[in-house]
């Protein structure tokens, strides 16, 4: 077939250590699957049920499942795949009960990021890295802006952006000497 590509690419796969990056490309892996393969995600998901005559609740067989409930089935367990194919064995074994994809996510993220006071501590480090990050006298300005776009997208990832103004005021204040002439024509 002249001009078909039927490439599907695959995120990295997580072994604990790549997390901020796995975190990133599994999302747009699986919101390339469906947006509401991405949405189980987010929302989560759990099979449906029955209350019987006495008030009990059951899970509905699957046989009497109505469109709605197969489909959103059928995104979470999509979603599911993807996070299952895209972790090594020691993750996989966190998760390997998760019937949500959710619950997977969720696992994976506290297990890689922490609490949420562990994420602020994180945040913190990364905050103080950001503050006295320098250019070194022998390094390029692409190997200078590498390290500061690493801690801009580590932050991003605990969940508080850089924006792009303090980017490039960060980035004004820190060159060596040799760039003020530089540096005050951009100013």
Same mark, same amino acid.
């Given at each position: 077939m002249e001009g078909s590509t039927n490439t599907v690419f695959r995120p990295p796969v997580l072994d604990g250590l790549n997390y901020a990056l796995w975190k990133v490309k599994m999302r747009v892996f699986i919101k390339s699957i469906d947006e509401r393969a991405w949405q189980r995600v987010l929302d989560g998901w759990s099979p449906p049920k029955l209350e019987d /005559?006495?008030?009990?609740?059951?899970?509905?067989?699957?046989?009497?499942?109505? !469109?709605?409930? !197969?489909?959103?089935?059928?995104?979470?367990?999509?979603?599911?795949?993807?996070? @299952?194919?895209?972790?090594?064995?020691?993750? @996989?074994?966190?998760?390997?009960?998760? !019937?949500? /994809?959710?619950?997977?996510?969720?696992?994976?993220?506290?297990?890689?990021?922490?609490?949420?006071?562990?994420?602020?501590?994180?945040?913190?480090?990364?905050?103080?890295? @950001?503050?006295?990050?320098?250019?070194?006298?022998?390094?390029?300005?692409?190997?200078?802006?590498?390290?500061?776009r690493q801690l801009s997208n580590e932050s991003h990832g605990l969940g508080d952006p850089i924006p792009n103004e303090r980017l490039v005021n960060k980035v004004l204040r820190s060159l060596p000497e040799r760039f003020n002439v530089k540096v005050c024509a951009i100013e």
């Open positions: /005559a006495d008030g009990d609740t059951r899970l509905k067989p699957e046989s009497t499942w109505t !469109v709605d409930e !197969v489909q959103s089935s059928n995104y979470n367990s999509k979603a599911l795949n993807a996070i @299952f194919s895209s972790v090594d064995t020691r993750m @996989f074994n966190l998760i390997t009960i998760c !019937v949500c /994809a959710k619950d997977a996510w969720e696992i994976l993220q506290k297990h890689c990021e922490g609490s949420a006071s562990v994420r602020k501590t994180r945040l913190r480090m990364v905050t103080s890295k @950001f503050e006295s990050l320098r250019m070194e006298d022998k390094e390029s300005i692409l190997e200078y802006d590498c390290r500061l």
